[in-house]
């Protein structure tokens, strides 16, 4: 078995404004909808929102966490950060060797992008 990608799954408070802030400022886009739970996608992200207690997702609104792996970021940070991202870590060179920042979507959860540092 070779994986080809993974979806992670977001509790959202109001999964309309999800979906238009995940669209409008972050550029995925809908993959697909059904009923409660929305697909979006962004190269081979998927990130799915879900009410929360719905189905297989019980965990709590805004508690999600997640890094994507990027081929650049700067100018991804740029355009997301003009359509009102909000930021929790500034993009920046990390020790660890990524460069790398951190938004978070409206209900709280988490989405880091990073770029490996060429060495």
Not at 52 to 77: L, S, W
């Amino acid at each position: 078995m070779v994986p080809e990608c993974s979806a992670t799954i977001f509790s959202v408070s109001d999964l309309e404004a999800s979906i238009k802030y995940y669209t409008g400022v972050l550029g995925f886009a809908v993959d697909w909808r059904y009923g409660t739970l929305s697909c979006l996608k962004c190269g081979n992200v998927l990130i799915q929102l879900s009410a929360p207690g719905v189905g297989i997702n019980r965990r709590a609104t805004g508690e999600g966490n997640v890094y994507i792996f990027c081929d650049e970021v700067d100018q991804y940070f740029h355009d997301i950060i003009t359509k009102g991202a909000f930021v929790l870590v500034e993009l920046a060179d990390r020790k660890y060797g990524m460069r790398d920042f951190a938004i978070r979507d409206p209900d709280g959860n988490t989405l880091s992008f990073g770029k490996e540092i060429a060495s």
